[in-house]
């Protein structure tokens, strides 16, 4: 057993023992990420605050029948996950407001390499995305582009959001992504391609405006 393995195995005994020391460190720990993940699916902060509570709760009515077969962190997120989803599907029944529907990537498709090309869906050479300027003020546009970023990655469909959310700010790996999501190696690499895409292009169109 790795000390890895063997810390987490000590961690979920500890909270199968009603440790409170414990969970009060894995709530520190995770409660972060666990808001941005649950915030990709509902329309509010405090609603994502309520999911991520449930979840909590979640976990220490079933941490006794958790029997290791994924680590820990995965398990909570696919339990807040669950909870997020559901949630977010009774807000829109609720709502009379349609959400936008769930289409492709906001990039023309023109700017990519065909199917038949040597390196398809790879940016065409001369519609590949322009280097970020090197400016003085870089720290002030640093974060003009990072606020520009968030309000574009807000909008993409719930799949690519939540893909880029995970792989890019919460540096989550590409395996635990696909296992939480449930999407095969290539419909994540389609995912984040065109949430990147997307995002870069917003970017582009900001920098382009800005001069």
Request: no cysteine; charged share 35%.
């Given at each position: 057993m790795t000390r890895a393995a063997g810390d987490e195995a000590a961690l979920v005994d500890a909270l199968k023992g009603g440790?409170?020391?414990?969970?009060?460190?894995?709530?520190?720990?995770?409660?972060?990420?666990?808001?941005?993940?649950?915030?990709?699916?509902?329309?509010?902060?405090?609603?994502?605050?309520?999911?991520?509570?449930?979840?909590?709760i979640a976990l220490l009515k079933g941490i006794g029948k958790f029997e290791g077969r994924s680590s820990l962190r995965t398990w909570l997120f696919t339990v807040l996950i669950n909870i997020a989803k559901a949630r977010g599907i009774r807000e829109r029944r609720n709502s009379e407001v349609e959400i936008l529907a769930f289409t492709g990537g906001t990039?023309?498709?023109?700017?990519?390499?065909?199917?038949?090309?040597?390196?398809?869906?790879?940016?065409?050479?001369?519609?590949?995305?322009?280097p970020f300027p090197?400016?003085?003020?870089?720290?002030?546009?640093?974060?003009?582009?990072?606020?520009?970023?968030?309000?574009?990655?807000?909008?993409?469909?719930?799949?690519?959001?939540?893909?880029?959310?995970?792989?890019?700010?919460l540096d989550f790996d590409s395996?635990?992504?696909?296992?939480?999501l449930d999407i095969s190696v290539a419909n994540q690499r389609v995912l984040l391609h065109r949430g990147r895409a997307a995002v870069r292009q917003v970017l582009e169109d900001y920098l382009r405006e800005s001069k």
């Open positions: 440790d409170e020391a414990a969970f009060a460190e894995l709530v520190d720990r995770h409660t972060p990420s666990m808001l941005h993940v649950a915030r990709g699916y509902v329309r509010s902060h405090e609603i994502a605050e309520e999911v991520v509570q449930e979840a909590w990039v023309d498709p023109a700017r990519f390499r065909p199917a038949d090309d040597q390196y398809p869906g790879h940016w065409r050479q001369d519609e590949a995305p322009a090197d400016t003085p003020e870089g720290s002030v546009l640093g974060d003009e582009l990072v606020a520009v970023a968030r309000r574009e990655l807000a909008k993409l469909p719930e799949r690519q959001r939540m893909v880029v959310t995970m792989r890019d700010m395996a635990e992504v696909r296992e939480l």
